[in-house]
């Protein structure tokens, strides 16, 4: 059985040196771990569990003769009988990380990608697990910014579809933070507007008023407003091979093995929530200091109960 084994620059594992051609066994002389010889039948997998920040690292070819035992969900073995067969350069490790076809990046395990660590296909970008990307992170479609989970956005972080402005959870805008539809300025609620902060539609302009938790307040007023850090959360976030539940890593095995991890899509509330359990004190404290705060209103949008 064939299986791929990584070393420091001097081929030590632990401590001890190994040679080229040479057969070992697990007999207790060896101080390795407990159980044996660890190894990955998936050369992609390597990097999953040994460290490459050093240069030096070295991978190599192993043949497995002795009894195997799976650990962590089948992509690491252990055994108590190894064969060094050769060392393989970093051309040979890239090369066989791309499981896909006719790609110029590393560890691809879609098609035709130029970037690094792509499980979707024709991108150009990094980390992607949809297909079409040019920029990095995304899990949607034909997306040219970054971390989107929407398709065909040309700005980052957005939720939403064809938004050329960043943080959108609403379609085809071309501002900002907009969770409306075909808007160019930014923070709209409603659509079609070239203004700001507008939940109606057509509006051009900057509303005189605002209304938080459903009432009525001036702009002036509005603009003193120091907003929580919480509020500002992501609906995506990047899962790692060590962190994804049992489940998750039979769902999202390919792009696991290619990427490391997956990018994964978070419900509203769910991510409303999340971003509130790791605010401090002080920041939770400051929803409540908002003009007309609403504890049944925050409620209802967040899920999140203030006391």
């Known amino acids: 059985m064939k299986a791929y084994k990584a070393f420091d620059k001097d081929l030590k594992c632990r401590g001890f040196q190994f040679e ?17 010889f660890h190894a990955c039948e998936n050369i992609s997998n390597v990097f999953n569990f040994y460290e ?4 030096g690292t070295r991978v190599c070819e192993i043949e497995v003769l002795g009894n195997v035992k799976n650990e962590t969900d089948n992509i690491k073995l252990v055994t108590d009988h190894i064969k060094i067969i050769r060392e393989l350069s970093c051309d040979e490790v890239l090369k066989l990380c791309n499981s896909g076809n ?14 690094d660590r792509n499980s979707g296909n024709r991108n150009s970008g990094d980390w992607n697990s949809g297909d ?10 034909s997306n040219s910014g970054d971390w989107n989970s ?6 980052d972080r957005n939720s939403g579809n064809c938004n050329s402005g960043d943080w959108n959870s609403g379609n085809r805008n071309s501002g900002n933070s907009n969770s409306g539809n075909r808007n160019s300025g930014d923070r709209n609620s409603g659509n079609w507007n070239s203004g700001n902060w ?3 539609v057509f509006n051009t302009n900057i509303p005189d008023k605002v209304r938080v938790f459903n009432k009525w307040i001036d702009r002036a007023e509005y603009e003193k407003i120091d907003f929580p850090d919480f509020l500002y959360f992501n609906l995506t976030t990047w899962i790692t091979h060590d962190t994804a539940s ?16 997956f990018l994964k899509t978070i419900g509203y509330k769910e991510a409303f929530k999340l971003s509130w359990d790791k605010a401090d004190k002080s920041d939770r404290d400051k929803i409540k200091l908002i003009p007309g705060f609403d504890k049944d209103l925050f409620f209802e949008i967040s899920g999140i109960e203030v006391e």
């Not at 207790?28 to 159980?35: A, H, T």
């Not at 490459?52 to 240069?55: A, C, E, G, M, N």
């Not at 040019?134 to 899990?139: C, L, Q, T, Y």
């Open 132 to 141: 079409r990307n040019s920029g990095d992170r995304n899990s949607g479609y």
């Open 52 to 55: 490459f920040r050093d240069v």
């Open 246 to 261: 049992h489940e998750e890593r039979k769902k999202y095995k390919n792009e696991i093995e290619a990427c490391g991890g």
């Open 102 to 115: 006719s790609n110029s990046g590393n560890r691809n395990s879609g098609n035709r990608n130029s970037g």
């Open 150 to 155: 929407g398709n065909w956005n040309s700005g």
């Open 20 to 36: 080229i051609g040479k057969e070992y066994k697990h007999e207790g002389e060896i101080k390795l771990c407990e159980s044996g």
């Open 198 to 200: 507008n939940s109606g």
